[in-house]
């Protein structure tokens, strides 16, 4: 892997192929401004699964989603909760699920890919069974530290772990977590080792961070928002800097290749026709492009983007041979 880190990772050719000749019809379709529909479908409600709680940041943003994929569909769009196992319970049940398009998920990776990898035999489903459609928002990485702490940029953090191995204190989420992964990437492509501190969700991550009983935290994008005038971000983890947070440079530009991004993408059961894949990622597209949508997913800062189907899946398949990569590095597998 060497210094040039970052959540991807070979992809097979074969599987790009069908990728690409799905997401090039759905995308025609999409920029013609119309839906082909496949015979008959749809020809009743949507179930969405969403595996996680009322109320929380997958379930916010796919009933935004909803609202206005409705009317583009003609059918009513079923959120359906179904928390357990960090999602799992609800993945489970996609997987095993007719593949007829009347039940669909909210995917997120990288949370249904880390269990998967550390614990296959528990978690109810492989990766391969996903059938990917659309990715419709896009929540980046950053790596943070308190406001007036003796961190001002992720140079300092750097010059300061290689005098101290293991000294700096990165809170976390939970070992494993997406957070508790990204960190890694972070160390390896930076060359620094520091001791990784769990915590029972972000509210307690942040809360130590801020107290200054760990020295910085990574957490997605919306904290810098959230927490502006407590938290200082130090490097963005994009390709190129976020135009929302203009004054955070990348770890790119820093010299440390570090991307690692987070979705919010729509997924099937296996054996999903192409019809209904096609039929989906325009669907997708037309959503992500209405400006009142991108508007809404700013407000719980969750940015809209879209990759249809052949790019949604190379992306998530680039995501989860970097993961299998750290598991296997740092033998994690349980």
């Known amino acids: 892997m060497g210094n040039g880190i970052r959540l991807c990772s070979s992809i097979v050719l074969t599987s790009l192929a069908i990728a690409a000749a799905i997401g090039s019809a759905a995308t025609r379709a999409a920029e013609s401004g119309t839906l082909a529909k496949p015979a008959g479908y749809p020809g009743k409600p949507v179930e969405f699964i969403v595996p996680f709680n009322p109320g929380g940041g997958a379930d916010a943003s796919q009933?935004?989603?909803?609202?206005?994929?409705?009317?583009?569909?003609?059918?009513?769009?079923?959120?359906?909760?179904?928390?357990?196992?960090?999602?799992?319970?609800?993945?489970?049940?996609?997987?095993?699920?007719?593949?007829?398009?009347?039940?669909?998920?909210?995917?997120?990776?990288?949370?249904?890919?880390?269990?998967?990898?550390?614990?296959?035999?528990?978690?109810?489903?492989?990766?391969?069974?996903?059938?990917?459609?659309?990715?419709?928002?896009?929540?980046?990485?950053?790596?943070?530290?308190?406001?007036?702490?003796?961190?001002?940029?992720?140079?300092?953090?750097?010059?300061?772990?290689?005098?101290?191995?293991?000294?700096?204190?990165?809170?976390?989420?939970?070992?494993?977590?997406?957070?508790?992964?990204?960190?890694?990437?972070?160390?390896?492509?930076?060359g620094i080792d520091?001791?990784?501190?769990?915590?029972?969700?972000?509210?307690?991550?942040?809360?130590?961070?801020?107290?200054?009983?760990?020295?910085?935290?990574?957490?997605s994008s919306l904290f810098a928002v959230a927490q502006k005038g407590k938290l200082r971000a130090l490097a963005i983890a994009t390709e190129k800097r976020d135009p929302k947070l203009p004054d955070v440079p990348t770890f790119k530009e820093l010299g440390h290749d570090v991307v690692s991004e987070r979705y919010r993408a729509v997924g099937g059961p296996p054996g999903l026709s192409r019809d209904i894949v096609n039929y989906w990622g325009q669907v997708c597209k037309q959503v992500v492009d209405n400006a009142e949508f991108?508007?809404?997913?700013?407000?719980?800062?969750?940015?809209?983007?879209?990759?249809?189907?052949?790019?949604?899946q190379k992306a998530i398949q680039r995501m989860s041979g970097e993961m299998r990569a750290l598991v296997e590095k740092h033998r994690l597998a349980q």
């Not at 943070?144 to 809170?171: C, H, M, S, W």
């Not at 769990?198 to 990574?218: I, R, S, Y």
């Not at 991108?294 to 949604?312: L, N």
């Open 294 to 312: 991108r508007a809404e997913m700013d407000k719980i800062r969750q940015p809209a983007a879209f990759r249809g189907p052949a790019d949604a």
């Open 63 to 190: 009933r935004v989603f909803n609202k206005y994929a409705e009317p583009l569909v003609g059918q009513r769009l079923v959120v359906v909760n179904k928390p357990g196992a960090g999602g799992a319970t609800g993945w489970a049940e996609l997987v095993r699920s007719k593949p007829d398009g009347y039940t669909v998920a909210i995917v997120t990776p990288p949370f249904n890919i880390i269990p998967a990898l550390v614990r296959p035999k528990q978690t109810g489903y492989k990766l391969d069974q996903f059938t990917y459609v659309c990715i419709y928002a896009v929540v980046p990485d950053l790596l943070y530290a308190r406001e007036g702490g003796q961190f001002k940029t992720l140079k300092d953090v750097v010059d300061y772990a290689k005098r101290n191995p293991g000294k700096i204190k990165a809170a976390n989420t939970g070992a494993l977590g997406a957070d508790f992964m990204t960190t890694l990437l972070i160390e390896s492509a930076t």
């Open 194 to 219: 520091m001791t990784q501190i769990p915590f029972t969700g972000g509210a307690m991550a942040l809360q130590a961070t801020l107290a200054g009983t760990t020295d910085v935290m990574v957490a």
